[in-house]
Nanobody, 117 residues
Framework: QVQLVESGGGLVQPGGSLRLSCAAS???????MGWYRQTPGKERELVAT???????SYAVSVKGRFTISKDNAKNTVYLQMNSLKFEDTAVYYC????????????WGQGTQVTVSS
């Protein structure tokens, strides 16, 4: 089972940018990697995924503003977040699963993103 560690969260003003990183303890080339986010009292929601072949998908709320990418050589997944809005404030989690039809195998510990003026 791969272990995931997120980093890169922080405080940013509306309209600003952040890049989150998710470092894996092993190869990510065999996994569908994803980013989720969660706010207090709400369920965790899917933000973006990237398949083993590099196909990307996004939640409607972030499409055009966020970009998921990965570096298999570094076993790292990224989430570039631009044009941040107040409603993007959440704890962001990295995930790994073998396919979109299977349960998530691993979660990171989460990194806080706060968008505030």
């Amino acid at each position: 089972q791969v272990q995931l560690v997120e980093s890169g969260g922080g405080l940013v003003q509306p309209g600003g940018s952040l890049r989150l990183s998710c470092a894996a303890s092993g190869s990510i080339s065999i996994f569908v990697m994803g980013w989720y986010r969660q706010t207090p009292g709400k369920e965790r929601e899917l933000v973006a995924t990237i398949t083993t072949g590099g196909n990307r998908s996004y939640a409607v709320s972030v499409k055009g503003r966020f970009t998921i990418s990965k570096d298999n050589a570094k076993n790292t997944v990224y989430l570039q977040m631009n044009s941040l809005k107040f409603e993007d404030t959440a704890v962001y989690y990295c995930s790994a699963r073998r396919s979109m039809f299977e349960s998530i195998l691993s979660w990171g510990q989460g990194t806080q993103v706060t968008v505030s003026s």
